[in-house]
């Protein structure tokens, strides 16, 4: 089994920046990757931004430019720097993992962020 905790929510004005950090822990011998998709109300689950083992990254169109991706491989943690955060990025923010290609993602527990005045 693999475990995912998050952390780093909270609430910032528009314009402000947030780090969201995930940590992983159990059954890991390799990492192929690791990521975030965030869910608001009333949408679907969708990805943020991912990167793999080789370090490629991916992002949705929405954060490019604003949000940067990186991780540890050696403490099997991925961390998301939020800058220029407006309203629209109010979501929670769920960290997933990968040990290989194709296999079903495992989830954290999401971290709420709110972008509000």
């Known amino acids: 089994q693999v475990q995912l905790v998050e952390s780093g929510g909270g609430l910032v004005q528009p314009g402000g920046s947030l780090r969201l950090d995930c940590a992983a822990s159990g059954s890991i011998f390799s990492i192929y990757a690791m990521g975030w998709y965030r869910q608001a109300p009333g949408n679907e689950r969708a990805l943020v931004a991912s990167i793999t083992r080789d370090d490629i990254t991916n992002y949705a169109d929405s954060v490019k430019g604003r949000f940067t991706i990186s991780r540890d491989n050696g403490l099997n943690t991925v961390s998301l720097r939020m800058n220029s955060l407006k309203p629209e990025d109010t979501a929670v923010y769920y960290c997933?993992?990968?040990?290989?290609?194709?296999?079903?993602?495992?989830w954290g527990q999401g971290t709420q962020v709110n972008v509000s005045s």
């Open positions: 997933y993992l990968q040990r290989w290609p194709g296999e079903s993602k495992y």
